[in-house]
């Protein structure tokens, strides 16, 4: 077992990375509660529910089911919940569990930082992705205009991460969490960069992943705990991001996951940092290893300027311009305001590039 | 003008009480804002609400006008404020201001709060009850099942006070005001308190009214430095608010206002301070203060067993028991656990010692 330690201005948390954690979940808990929900969704619950209710040693254990997928960050799904916890009784020295992936983790997250106005929860991350989700305490729900509108930074009072559960995840979902991977790589540590690009998804075993886990772990709380509230650095996280989320919600959430489109986010990302800082960025070798580990990089028929409107909507973009994290180099990442024409012309490029290699 | 340092754990700020501060809002503002969002009710909009968007320097101010009254605090109304946060284009470094009594103050705060996961917000109270909403940092939304169940600790960027918007309440906002105050001063001074059950509501001017106000937000101000996030000392500023609320949730938040909900509350609690610890309080001179300043003070029929349940969903009940703020002395408040048994018999008697007086 791998214990991070992560000190948030609002409290120090510590996140547990091994195998099996989740049927000794009570060892990790700061304290006693008067009473716990879990949250979690249909497909989780399957595997892991009953592994985790029979875990903890409170009569009051409460259950809440949500469907699965991003359509659950929904106003809707988070009014629902707070009605559930005030059925359950949840008091303030009530826990929140949050079971499942980055959809569970933001909304349970949300729901327990509002809850009378803020209650306990832990994060118990079941993909790879929700090794990025779950530190840092970023919570939210998405709005119909928009991803992640409405939230809050609330930290979890721990993190509990058992790799037993990844071997669930179907082949889309380990991609989509090792490109939050391979972007945090970027912004921080070439040698971790060079020992993704040299890994082949199909062929992990528990172990590398909880290494690769941890690593993404460290840097992700190096870059929180200097900068939690996002006003300077820790907006390099969003590093293909930009790209990624419009194309996300262009997709109305569907056909790309969320790290399938930050994925190709990032090679938009190494183009636009690529023509503005006259440098060569491992365009190629990133682009060989996507395609290899079956990443989909065909983008779907995109209005340019529809793309660029949904850029701007995204909630980075302070008053006009885009702001865009680059890489400067490999583990060199600076941001910089782009002109709706310079992400025009890039992104009509980029659609171009892209479809020149199908 | 008044100046007060609130001490956040998060932020400092600043509380300005004083007389015309709604056409020099600028001068108060701790920076620039790349747009304004006003949100204010419909009756403070007819008062005030030109005055105050002529006075900011900022091509992009906004508004948003909410139907007064507490209904508005739903999580229906906080959507649209979001939706209409993101259609003006609201970004990270824009401004909310809070224009009105506590119903705009917690709505629009929340708002704040959670858009774009927090942005700046001012508090501009216009009614003498938001002396006690506006600072302190307490945002929040009623569930159907609760009042302020949904929320946040979100401390506002300053709060700018105006005494003479006060002059177009009405009688029963005064009341509801006052009766805050007179909680404040048996809680914390004794010497105020004396000073308030010497006053005649219908015969006060804005200096003495400030200066009330400002004895109010002393005394808030050094309970919420000591406990924001009501761990411990916090809850004493709930002194009559165990009835008052559930009061106030059998009427459906009609008929009593907040205040006077209270301010019956304050008898309550009395009564059982009396009977706890075998003291005397100020019974008598409480209850004429409240007549002869038109309180009311005769009880709708109210079941008792009902209002016990309302009281337990109170959400300052922990676990299973009521915990209730009671008086060891005037200034001496302390927080006492008491059975559903003693609750029952309690609320029996003093509808017996209330309806007995009319
Ligand atoms: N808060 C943050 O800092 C942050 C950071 C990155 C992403 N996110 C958010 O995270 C979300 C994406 O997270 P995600 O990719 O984990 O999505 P997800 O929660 O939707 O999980 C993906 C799918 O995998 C299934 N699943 C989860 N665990 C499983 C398991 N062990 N076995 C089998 N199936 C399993 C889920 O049911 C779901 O269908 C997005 O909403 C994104 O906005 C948040
Ligand atoms: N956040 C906190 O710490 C805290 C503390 C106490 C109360 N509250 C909340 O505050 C709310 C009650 O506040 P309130 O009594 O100010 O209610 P309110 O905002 O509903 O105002 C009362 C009425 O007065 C009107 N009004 C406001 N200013 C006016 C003016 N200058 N002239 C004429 N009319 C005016 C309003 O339109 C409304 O009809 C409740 O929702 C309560 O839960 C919050
Ligand atoms: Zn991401
Ligand atoms: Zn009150």
Redesign the interface.
Known sequence: MNVTRINA??KTYYVYVGEGLRTKVEEFLPKTY?SILIVTDNLVAGHYLEDIEHNFDNERVYTAIIENGEESKS?EMF?QL??KA??CGL???SLIVALGGGVVGDLAGFVA??????IDFIQMPTTILAHDSSVGG?V?IN????K??????YSPAAVIYDVDTLKSLNQKEFRSGYAELVKEALIADGTFFNTLMSVNLSDLNNTTIADHINQGITIKAEVVEADE??AGIRKYLNFGHTFGHALEALQGYHGFSHGEAVAVGLLFAFQVSEETFSIRLPFERLFSWLRSNGYPLQLPELDSKHMLSKMK?D?K???KKVQMVLLQSIAQPITVEISDDDLLRHIELFKKTLSGRF
Do not use: V
């Open positions: 201005s609002s008067s106003i009014h707070q009605t005030i059925d008091d303030r020295k930082a509002t809850y009378m106005r803020g970023k939210a709005h119909e205009k928009g992640n509108l409405i939230g809050n930074f509230r996002e909507l909630k973009t302070e008053g």
